[in-house]
Each structure stands twice: as structure tokens, then as C-alpha cells.
């Protein structure tokens, strides 16, 4: 075989099992969950009587907008999402190319969640119906994202005095 035939073919070789040694940069996970539950004390707060309320439907609206030199991009959705059995609600936004969420200055959002009805026949007037409060966890390495919202609840139409006092 030719020196130069042979050279060329080992440095593409080699050069291709370079690009596979380094690390595969991670797409972006973004994450947006909250909690439902019913406020049988009617006081907008979680009392020792009060209980997460699976079944409820809750609508999520979420705007996203990347920033970088080149390109501004925004994405923007609405979702309705059934809380679990232990009243969380839970959106998984897979990778969207161009959007880096754990970078500080790269990523505006803002999601807010908004009650539609309670599972529950008893637990069924809204509380804290809508809240775009929210704590953003992120991490750099893993590039994800999770935007945990403030509670929503439900009431019942009537107060227990017995339990909650007047």
C-alpha cells in the first residue's frame, strides 16, 4: 500500500475516533410541575387536615425565549395535565435544539398553571386558582431545567367548623 494512501486513511481514522472520545453535549430537559390540593379550612394554606387531590385537571401555559448573538427564538404552548395520586402535575418539554435553559442569560420563561376542575365531588371550589410564582432549579452540567409552580387548591363549599374553628 502507498505510504501516503496509508497516511491519509489512518489520520481520517484516527480524526473519527477523536470526534466519538469527546463528550456528547447534552440536550436540554425542561421540567414544569406543581401540586393540587384540597384546603379543607377554606385559608389558602396547607393544613394538617388539608390532603394533595389527585385527579384534578390543571392547564399549563409556558413561554420560552432563547437568546444568544444570532438568534432570538420563542417558544410558547398551552398543555392541560391530570395531577398523579399524589396530586402532582408534571410537564417534560424534551430537548428543543438552540435552547440552552441552564444558562442564565440565555433563557427567559414563564409558565403559569391554572385549575379547570377537581376530582373531587366534595373538594370542588377553587382556591389559589392560578399562579405563576415559581422556583426554577437548574443545573449546568446536566443541562436541566425544572420549574417547580407555587400550589393550587380546591375548597369545599362549606366550611367545617368542627375541624377548622370558626
Not at 86 to 102: H, Q, W
Request: a positive charge.
Amino acid at each position: 500500500m502507498d505510504p501516503k494512501i496509508f497516511l491519509a486513511v489512518s489520520s481520517l481514522f484516527i480524526v473519527s475516533l477523536s470526534s466519538k472520545i469527546e463528550p456528547e453535549k447534552r440536550s436540554p430537559q425542561i421540567t414544569v410541575m406543581g401540586v393540587v390540593y384540597c384546603d379543607i379550612c377554606s385559608n389558602n394554606t396547607f393544613s394538617r387536615h388539608s390532603y394533595f387531590l389527585p385527579g384534578a385537571e390543571v392547564k399549563i401555559d409556558c413561554k420560552f425565549k432563547a437568546v444568544s448573538p444570532r438568534t432570538t427564538e420563542q417558544i410558547s404552548f398551552s398543555v392541560n395535565r391530570t395531577t398523579n395520586r399524589f396530586g402532582v402535575y408534571k410537564l417534560e418539554i424534551p430537548s428543543v435544539d438552540g435552547i440552552e435553559c441552564a444558562e442564565e442569560s440565555a433563557m427567559q420563561s414563564t409558565c403559569e398553571a391554572s385549575l379547570m376542575w377537581s376530582s373531587s365531588s366534595a373538594c370542588n371550589v377553587p382556591g389559589h386558582k392560578t399562579t405563576s410564582d415559581e422556583i426554577a432549579i437548574k443545573s449546568k452540567h446536566a443541562n436541566l431545567c425544572i420549574y417547580s409552580l407555587n400550589a393550587l387548591n380546591f375548597r369545599p363549599s362549606r366550611r367545617d367548623i368542627n375541624l377548622c374553628g370558626s
